[in-house]
Each structure stands twice: as structure tokens, then as C-alpha cells.
């Protein structure tokens, strides 16, 4: 893997460790159709208790959310930046917001990104514990260990989270620092992303006077906030749906294990509306959020709505709500038709448990559970947000899944890769197909 790449990461830990020292951060959601900030207040001592007596889980009693905003995005699109002046402008209104509700100001942020077509890879390597108790020393020779994955021109590792140690033969340890034994093996997962999108972002965030403490994939971390313990735990994926694509993240034994996306969301949706009735985009969004739905009843064909015409100067037209949904229902079906294909290529089916969580923007229109049940044959629920003290009511929806992910996230990252000091780079490799088949195979 790139050194280069890994300096850039550990110092964004440094950052982090930084804040959390510090007790203040920001996090920073950036999508197709909005942009939002939470100001987090974070007591390091109680954190650090929380971590040793609660492990993974702990410390989120420390974190406690004083100031949030929200704008309108600009400058976005399919959850990448396409202008940098307008991108940037949103930033600085959400953190504006944010502060001002806060009273204070905040120098450190860690951010999402949503669009960058992820890829996730599988590795496996091995060392030989060198004193017969496992040292961090130990834990990189092992990570150094595994095969590089093969990155197309043009990609950038974003993660490369140790997601299994095994000791000795015994598997499904999270981390086996302290451990006696001779041999440790390790299984990884990698997830690559497009460099340009990553690179446009940083250097948005940092052009309104940032530092970067941290990027993170937006369906990941929606699935951190989304999913409850034992789904986590029992293997369960998390369908980001924003506006300008659904992502989705797979989580098993408490570790995401595949990430995935399809560039489509509501924000197709609402074009499908303004083009099917000549709206406006504004008009079409306000519709499909009051009226929208994808099951339609008897009592839909006598639900009139009004709405003025494209260019039509003061005219407006009539439809139904029964049109309505006629329009929106075969674009949510293409939507799960491109998860479940994701799900199908990903082995999704080789898990204990197959729940699918429903989450973001997009996964608030009525009916759409019963519509995911019949596309995906799954067990499907809507999933909101865990709730984090603090946390704005107004906030608290499905759309802001990933927002409060990221909280969650940073005063509780997983160990990466560039966590462990490795002698030198990972080498060679091949790349598998996807990482749960991967991971039914050698789990």
C-alpha cells in the first residue's frame, strides 16, 4: 500500500486524537441534496473510562452534540463535488449554523463522503508472535502480511480495517493484544474509492479553514448509527438511501465487511415527477415529500393534487396521487433491483442473519418497506439513528443517518491499518470477488 496514503491517514488520526483531547469536533455530512454539521462537546476523561470498562461500545456517554446545522447542497452531484465556490459556500452556512447554535468555534472536522464508486477487497496474512504474548509490533508484521489488492489507476485505500485476528487456530478475536500464543493470522477488508472525489473533498474542507480529522464512507457510517447491536452482530446490511445514490454496508461480528453503491436515489426520483408533470424540481421534491408514496390504494385515484405548470405563467394542473405513484414506483423498484444485485454479488445470502436496514433521505416514503420486502425477499425495517445526547429533534430522521454515524464513529474509530506502526508496505495480491463470499468461505 502507498505510504504516502498512510502518512495522510495517520496524521488525520493525530487530528483526531487531537479533538478528542481537546473536547471539541465537528463532523460533516456532504450530499446531493443537503449539507449538515453536528458540533460535538467530548469529556476525554469520561471517554477514556467508557473505552476501558465498555470496549468497542464505550464512550458515547462521553459525546454530547451542542450545536447543529443545515443547508441546502450546492455544487453536488450523485454525492460528489462538481464546484468547489458553491460547495464551499454550503459548508461554511452548515458550520456557520452549527457554531452559532454552539456558541464556539471549531478548527476540526471529519467528514463523509458519499460518491466515489467504493470497492471492497479481502486479504489474509499471518506472523509469528515474537515473545509468545501478541505486541502491537506482532499485529503489524501480520497486517503487513497481507496481499496489496490491485488498485486501478485513479483509486485511493480509504479504509483497511483488521476485522478478525486468529490465534493459534482460535478465530474471532477483535483484538488479541496481551494474548499468548505462537502464530497470528489476520483477515482485512479493504475498501478503495475514486482519488478525485476524496481529493476534491479535502481540499473543499480545508478551503474553509478545516482540518480534516478524518473521512469516512457515508453508507458506512450510516450503518454505524442504524443497525443495533445485534444486527451488527448477527450479519445485517444498511441501504443508505440519499439523493444522488444508494450505498450499501455490510456489517458482520460487529465489523463492516463490504461496502457497496448504485448511483441512483431520490433525487432521480424527483426528476421522474418534474418531467412526468412539467414541475419545477423545488415543486416535484415538495410533492413527492407531502404526497409521495410507493403503494397505491383505491382512495389514491380521488386524492387530487394541485401544482403549477413549467413555464405556464400562473397555470396549474391536477393529478392524482394514484399518478403520482405510478411515476415514483418503477424508479424505487430499479433502486432495490440495484441493491439486490449488489446484495447477490456481495454472498449477502451466506449470513446468519439476512435483515436489511432502510435508512437516509430517500427511505421515508410511505410503502417503501413493503416494496423492499418484494424486491429484496429479506426482512426489512426502516431505521433511524441511535440517539445521541443532545441531538436536535430535527435532526434525529433516517436523512441524517450518516451525519450521526459520523459522530459515532469519531469518539469510537475502529483500528486501521495505519493505526500499527508496519515495518514496510503490503505487496503482491489478488483481488477477490467481494468480501462476504470472501468471508463466508474463511469464516
Known amino acids: 500500500m502507498r505510504h504516502a496514503l498512510f502518512d495522510s491517514q495517520r496524521l488525520m488520526r493525530d487530528q483526531l486524537r487531537s479533538a478528542l483531547k481537546r473536547g471539541l469536533l465537528a463532523v460533516l455530512d456532504i450530499g446531493t441534496e443537503k449539507t449538515s454539521c453536528l458540533i460535538l462537546r467530548i469529556d476525554p476523561a469520561r471517554l477514556a473510562s467508557g473505552a476501558r470498562e465498555n470496549g468497542a461500545l464505550g464512550g458515547f456517554a462521553a459525546m454530547r452534540v451542542i450545536g ?53 477487497f479481502g486479504a489474509t496474512g499471518d506472523a509469528e508472535v515474537m515473545s509468545g504474548e501478541v505486541s502491537e509490533a506482532d499485529v503489524a508484521a501480520a497486517l503487513v502480511g497481507c496481499p496489496e489488492p490491485p488498485l486501478e489507476e485513479g483509486r485511493e485505500i480509504l479504509h483497511a480495517l483488521p476485522v478478525n485476528f486468529t490465534l493459534d487456530g482460535a478465530s474471532f478475536l477483535s483484538d488479541p493484544r496481551g494474548m499468548n500464543g505462537q502464530s497470528l493470522a489476520v483477515d482485512m477488508h479493504v475498501l478503495s474509492v475514486a ?42 446490511a ?45 415543486i416535484a421534491e415538495r410533492m413527492k415529500v ?23 405563467e400562473g397555470q396549474e394542473r391536477t393529478l392524482t396521487r394514484a399518478a403520482l405513484i ?38 421515508q416514503l410511505p410503502g417503501l418497506e413493503d416494496a423492499a420486502r418484494r424486491v429484496l425477499g429479506q426482512r426489512v425495517r426502516v431505521g433511524r439513528p441511535l440517539r445521541v445526547a443532545g441531538l436536535p429533534q430535527n435532526v434525529t430522521g433516517p436523512a ?36 462476504v463470499r470472501w468471508f463466508k468461505d474463511n469464516w
Open 68 to 120: 447543529a446545522g443545515t443547508t441546502q447542497s450546492r455544487g453536488v452531484r450523485l454525492g460528489e463535488i462538481t464546484d468547489m465556490e458553491e460547495c464551499e459556500r454550503a459548508i461554511r452556512t452548515a458550520l456557520q449554523r452549527a457554531e452559532k447554535n454552539a456558541g464556539v468555534r471549531v478548527d476540526q472536522v471529519v467528514a463523509a463522503v458519499s460518491g466515489g464508486r467504493p470497492t471492497s
Open 238 to 282: 444498511c441501504v443508505d438511501m440519499g439523493a444522488g445514490s444508494t450505498g450499501v454496508s455490510i456489517f458482520l461480528r460487529k465489523q463492516l465487511i463490504c461496502l457497496d453503491s448504485a448511483r441512483v436515489g431520490g433525487a432521480h426520483v424527483t426528476r421522474d415527477i418534474s418531467e412526468a408533470f412539467s414541475l419545477e424540481t423545488a
Open 326 to 363: 405510478g411515476v415514483i414506483r418503477p424508479r424505487v423498484e430499479e433502486i432495490f433491483e440495484e441493491v439486490r444485485m449488489l446484495l447477490d454479488r456481495a454472498g449477502f445470502q451466506g449470513l446468519p442473519s439476512r435483515r436489511i436496514v432502510l435508512t437516509g433521505g430517500g427511505s
Open 195 to 236: 482519488s478525485a472525489p476524496l481529493r476534491n473533498l479535502a481540499r473543499c474542507v480545508r478551503r474553509c479553514d478545516l482540518e480534516l480529522a478524518g473521512v469516512v464512507t457515508a453508507p458506512y457510517a450510516a450503518g454505524l448509527a442504524s443497525l443495533v447491536e445485534d444486527e451488527q452482530e448477527l450479519g445485517a
Open 400 to 435: 441524517f443517518s450518516a451525519l450521526v454515524g459520523l459522530a459515532v464513529y469519531s469518539v469510537r474509530p475502529h483500528d486501521e491499518f495505519w493505526d500499527f506502526e508496519a515495518p514496510s508496505g503490503l505487496s503482491g495480491g489478488t483481488r477477490m470477488r467481494r468480501a
Open 290 to 312: 407531502l404526497h409521495g408514496g410507493v403503494v397505491a390504494t383505491g382512495l389514491d385515484d380521488r386524492e387530487l393534487i394541485s401544482a403549477p405548470v413549467l413555464g405556464g
